[in-house]
């Protein structure tokens, strides 16, 4: 009876996959369909594309190299200072929204809510919206930025807070210490590394979004290139490409060596 329980149960199991991988089929086809892919077409495109790289794109304009130096700078700032900013913010509200280091067992659900609200919303929206009460500049890109890495980074935390080990905060507690010192003496020294290693890759995300911003007002090296663009100007689009390349390379050399020494 075992025996046949268990070959039943096997049955049931591989009928089971199949029917997911021919729902996953069914599902591919049709989105397929819908959205008009094709490899003919794919194929023709390609070609396409091909030929605007070699002919057009390239070679880059390296003679306005100089003229990007301070977009590019811009960038950088935007990703640094809406890093430190949403860092900071997002460890205050992560502490709310861990149920391990949370004040109110009312607030978690409430908090995740709120971070869930920041981080689904893309980050070109908030630059659209923000560029209707700040104007186009780099403070609307570094806003954006902000907000983002607040919903992202509180998340991030929260799931920190909540893999600490709690023997540690009885330990403090049965000290008699207040909510405070639990948070100063056995949650923090846990939650520190994970801090520093989260908000080192929401600068690598920072400064690859800022190039997304820039396209819609948030300024940088995006607003450039959306610029050059517009004019047909597409050795610059690609000096401005290869710019924002190297940036992107160099901030994860530099996180990666950073995490491996201080982390």
């Known amino acids: ?21 021919v729902a996953i089929l069914a599902v591919t086809v049709w989105s397929a369909k819908e959205t008009g892919f094709s490899l003919i077409t794919l194929s023709s495109g390609s070609q396409e594309a091909f030929m605007f790289i070699f002919t057009d794109l390239l070679p880059p304009d390296f003679s306005v190299l100089s003229s990007l130096i301070s977009p590019a700078l811009d960038t950088i700032y935007m990703s640094f200072v809406a890093m430190i900013i949403g860092a900071i913010i997002a460890a205050v509200l992560a502490v709310l ?19 869930s609200l920041f981080r689904n919303i893309p980050v070109f929206i908030w630059a659209i ?11 609307v890109g570094t806003l954006s930025l902000i907000i983002v890495s607040v919903g992202a980074l509180t998340r991030a935390f929260a799931e920190v807070l909540e893999e600490i080990d709690l023997g540690q905060l009885e330990a403090v507690r049965a000290t008699g210490a207040s909510y405070t010192q639990v948070l100063a003496q056995g949650v923090l020294p846990q939650f520190l590394p994970g801090f520093l290693g989260w908000s080192l890759y929401m600068l690598e995300i920072n400064v690859r979004a800022s190039t997304i911003i820039g396209m819609v007002g948030g300024g940088g090296l995006g607003f450039v290139i959306q610029s050059n663009i517009k004019l047909f100007q597409y050795g610059q689009v690609c000096m401005g490409i290869l710019l ?8 994860e050399w530099l996180t990666s060596r950073v995490r491996e020494r201080i982390i």
Not at 129 to 139: H, N, Q, Y
């Open 1 to 21: 009876m075992k025996t046949e329980h268990l070959e039943n149960i096997r049955k049931q199991k591989k009928m089971q996959v199949w029917l997911f991988v």
């Open 244 to 251: 924002i390349l190297v940036i992107v390379l160099a901030t």
């Open 129 to 139: 919206l923000l560029t209707a009460s700040f104007g186009l500049g780099v403070l």
């Open 97 to 115: 929204t861990a149920k391990t280091t949370s004040p109110h067992p009312a607030l978690p659900m409430m908090m995740r809510g709120f971070s």
